[in-house]
């Protein structure tokens, strides 16, 4: 900071202002200069849930292989598809469509597969509703 004069603070100067001289704004700690960060829910499934989920989409596809004369299940769902399907969240699967715009698959593949893979997914989600509230009824017991 270069300012020079007889005094280290001139009082009779009106256009002084200390902060003009200084490289930056200085901090003031006022909470209510902005808006309070908070963390942000998990929008994805619960970890918990990707092995269970994981099983059935695997169990799922090898009897989808077998009933279409043994195409591989990779054709069906390929590992990165899989792993999309497992992670997703589940209030974002409202319908068939939206399986196919999750996994970028074509019309064609959603017309075979979108609606049995939502299905199976849905039904999951289900199962896990109902485990849940059996076990909060139970322990109200």
Sequence with gaps: MYYFTCYCCNHDDP??????????????????????????????????????????????????????????????????????????????LSSPLDVAQLLGESSDWAAEWAAPLFLMVKNYDQEQEWEKVSVDTTKRA
């Excluded at 490289?23 to 960060?37: A, H, Q, R, T, V």
């Excluded at 942000?40 to 849930?49: A, G, L, T, V």
Aim: no cysteine; glycine share 6%.
């Design 15 to 92: 256009d002084f202002n200390l902060t003009d001289f200084l490289p930056g704004k200085l901090y003031l700690d006022d909470s209510s200069l902005g808006p309070i960060k908070r963390k942000k829910p998990n929008i994805y499934r619960k970890p918990q849930d990707h092995d269970a989920l994981d099983n059935h989409i695997v169990s799922w596809l090898q009897k989808a292989s077998k009933l279409h004369g043994g195409i591989a299940s990779y054709d069906i769902l390929d590992f990165s598809e899989h792993q999309k399907l497992v992670h997703a969240p589940p209030k974002s």
